[in-house]
């Protein structure tokens, strides 16, 4: 029997006061909306996503892994499932979720799935007992304990308002039944909108029986508003570092520990406090990542030494030590052992295993060989101010400290430059450049001119 999946996410979001739809606010580095489309994949890989406010960007954001159906008009939640009718199998059953549950687990689904593909009832709703159920749509039980409707707070009797038991907003329904219902809805009640809760009252006037499915609390978490964003990241971030833990990393301190979902991290690294892993990083196994890196979409390899320091779409090679305050921008490929010191910055430069470069350097546009020494302050200038150019250093280089390198440049296998040099012509295989002024030194000078220096002394 086939199980589709329908995600509602036309809605504002008003609460969150952003300009932003409220389905693609990230947790952990993923949107909201694909949290929910993760714990539904072991149902539907392709789920069928309701969209109509901030549409553009959100089905740009899920292009490719989700099919859409358009909302015109917020008309409500049983209006936006008949958005999505034609993705309702006949034969066959539908989940359907709000967009706006990251905590929702993809066993809770199965579970609640399996309510009327395996059980026989004609729907599922997933409930929660909630410590303050005010707003939320109460759950009204038989005698035997099915279902018998949801209540919205507002309709509510006094009576049915001390019901602690609400409706999540996610369910499962028989396709057939489903698709028969949606007709039957009508917009009379307090919001005058179309409810997706009315289809089990009339499934269950119909003689059909609606079970329900409990879950935790936490797990039933709608984001409304950013307090309950930061809550639910907070929740998935321990989730995500806990699995991390589970599989040999050590981190110091897991609540100031910041990883993305889908980063992977190898065994006994050692990741301090205060280090945020961005989507697409790779970390290697005994890495020591020290206090305070943002490391996004790179590879670190095994046995590495960060600390302090910035890594967007570069690589590092295995035992290099990189930082305190360094800065490896796109295109940046540090070798094995290398070391890349403090106040460095590296952008779209390739450098050879067991070279370094240990401090006040900028390296942009290059390639430099293996073993080679730059020295402190050198500057790889690539920007003419129109065009940017490259330079080569060979293997074994000495680039003495304040050189200028002016692209395009090359400078050879085992070369030296002199200190403060600026080297504009390249340099052969093991020659020495200085490109400098030769030093004069004027004696007695000072006192020839004591007079004009009189009244500063
Ligand atoms: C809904 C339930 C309520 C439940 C609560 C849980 C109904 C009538 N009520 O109420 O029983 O306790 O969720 O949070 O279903 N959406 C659309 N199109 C619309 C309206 C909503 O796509 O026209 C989407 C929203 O983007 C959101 C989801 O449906 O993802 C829920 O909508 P929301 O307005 O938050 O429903 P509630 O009034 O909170
Ligand atoms: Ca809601």
């Given at each position: 029997?086939?199980?589709?999946?329908?995600?509602?996410?036309?809605?504002?979001?008003?609460?969150m006061?952003?300009?932003?739809?409220?389905?693609?606010?990230?947790?952990?580095?993923?949107?909201m909306?694909e949290w929910?489309?993760?714990?539904?994949?072991?149902?539907?890989?392709?789920?069928?996503v309701?969209?109509?406010?901030?549409?553009?960007?959100?089905?740009?954001?899920?292009?490719?892994?989700?099919?859409f159906?358009?909302?015109?008009?917020?008309?409500?939640?049983?209006?936006?499932?008949?958005?999505?009718?034609?993705a309702?199998?006949?034969?066959?059953?539908?989940v359907?979720?709000?967009?706006?549950?990251?905590?929702?687990?993809?066993?809770?689904?199965?579970?609640?799935?399996?309510?009327?593909?395996?059980?026989?009832f004609?729907?599922?709703?997933?409930?929660?007992?909630?410590?303050?159920?005010?707003?939320?749509?109460?759950?009204?039980?038989?005698?035997?304990?099915?279902?018998?409707?949801?209540?919205?707070h507002?309709?509510?009797?006094?009576?049915?308002?001390?019901?602690?038991?609400?409706?999540?907003?996610?369910?499962?329904?028989?396709?057939d039944?489903?698709?028969?219902?949606?007709?039957?809805?009508?917009?009379?009640?307090?919001?005058?909108?179309?409810?997706?809760t009315?289809?089990?009252?009339?499934?269950?006037?119909?003689?059909?029986?609606?079970?329900?499915?409990?879950?935790?609390?936490?797990?039933?978490l709608?984001?409304n508003d950013?307090?309950?964003?930061?809550?639910a990241?907070?929740?998935?971030?321990?989730r995500?570092?806990?699995?991390?833990?589970?599989?040999?990393?050590?981190?110091?301190?897991?609540?100031?520990t910041?990883?993305?979902?889908?980063?992977?991290?190898?065994?006994?690294?050692?990741?301090?406090?205060?280090?945020?892993?961005?989507?697409?990083?790779?970390?290697?196994?005994?890495v020591t990542?020290?206090?305070?890196?943002?490391?996004?979409?790179?590879?670190?390899?095994?046995g590495?030494?960060?600390?302090?320091?910035?890594?967007?779409?570069?690589?590092?090679?295995?035992?290099?030590?990189?930082?305190?305050?360094a800065y490896?921008?796109?295109?940046?490929k540090?070798?094995?052992?290398?070391?890349?010191?403090?106040?460095?910055e590296?952008?779209?430069a390739?450098?050879?295993?067991?070279?370094?470069?240990?401090?006040l350097t900028?390296?942009g546009?290059?390639?430099?060989?293996?073993?080679a020494?730059?020295?402190?302050?050198?500057?790889?200038?690539?920007?003419?101010g129109?065009?940017?150019h490259?330079?080569?250093?060979?293997?074994?280089?000495?680039?003495?400290c304040?050189t200028?390198?002016?692209?395009?440049?090359?400078?050879g296998?085992?070369?030296?430059?002199?200190?403060?040099?600026?080297?504009?012509?390249?340099?052969?295989?093991?020659?020495?450049?200085?490109?400098?002024?030769?030093?004069?030194?004027?004696?007695?000078?000072?006192?020839?001119?004591?007079?004009?220096?009189?009244?500063?002394?």
């Amino acid at each position: 029997m086939q199980t589709r999946v329908i995600i509602l996410a036309a809605g504002e979001g008003k609460r969150m006061r952003s300009a932003i739809p409220k389905a693609l606010h990230t947790l952990c580095g993923r949107a909201m909306a694909e949290w929910v489309m993760e714990a539904a994949r072991g149902i539907d890989a392709h789920p069928v996503v309701v969209v109509g406010h901030g549409r553009d960007a959100v089905m740009a954001a899920l292009d490719g892994r989700a099919r859409f159906a358009v909302q015109e008009s917020q008309r409500g939640t049983g209006h936006a499932v008949m958005a999505a009718r034609d993705a309702i199998p006949e034969s066959g059953a539908v989940v359907v979720a709000a967009a706006d549950m990251p905590l929702l687990g993809s066993d809770t689904l199965e579970a609640l799935a399996a309510g009327v593909t395996r059980d026989g009832f004609a729907a599922m709703a997933l409930t929660a007992i909630a410590e303050d159920p005010a707003g939320y749509g109460r759950v009204l039980r038989d005698d035997r304990g099915d279902v018998a409707g949801i209540v919205e707070h507002r309709d509510a009797t006094p009576a049915q308002r001390e019901i602690r038991e609400i409706n999540t907003s996610v369910y499962c329904f028989r396709g057939d039944l489903l698709r028969s219902l949606l007709d039957r809805l009508t917009c009379d009640n307090d919001q005058g909108e179309y409810y997706l809760t009315d289809v089990i009252g009339l499934m269950v006037r119909a003689g059909h029986r609606v079970g329900a499915l409990r879950c935790a609390p936490d797990e039933a978490l709608g984001i409304n508003d950013r307090a309950q964003l930061a809550q639910a990241e907070a929740a998935l971030r321990r989730r995500i570092n806990e699995a991390h833990m589970r599989e040999g990393v050590r981190i110091i301190d897991p609540a100031a520990t910041y990883i993305d979902a889908g980063v992977t991290i190898g065994g006994d690294t050692v990741v301090y406090p205060g280090n945020v892993l961005e989507s697409g990083a790779r970390i290697g196994s005994g890495v020591t990542l020290y206090p305070g890196n943002r490391i996004s979409a790179s590879r670190v390899g095994d046995g590495a030494t960060i600390q302090s320091s910035v890594l967007v779409e570069a690589e590092v090679g295995n035992g290099a030590t990189i930082g305190p305050f360094a800065y490896l921008r796109p295109g940046s490929k540090v070798g094995a052992g290398c070391r890349i010191g403090d106040f460095v910055e590296l952008k779209n430069a390739v450098i050879g295993d067991g070279t370094k470069v240990p401090h006040l350097t900028y390296v942009g546009d290059a390639q430099i060989g293996e073993r080679a020494n730059i020295g402190c302050g050198v500057v790889f200038v690539n920007y003419d101010g129109h065009k940017k150019h490259r330079t080569t250093v060979g293997d074994g280089a000495f680039i003495g400290c304040n050189t200028n390198l002016v692209a395009p440049v090359t400078v050879g296998r085992g070369a030296y430059t002199a200190a403060g040099s600026t080297i504009t012509e390249d340099v052969p295989e093991d020659a020495l450049a200085i490109a400098r002024c030769r030093q004069t030194n004027k004696d007695g000078w000072v006192r020839k001119h004591a007079s004009r220096y009189e009244e500063d002394i």
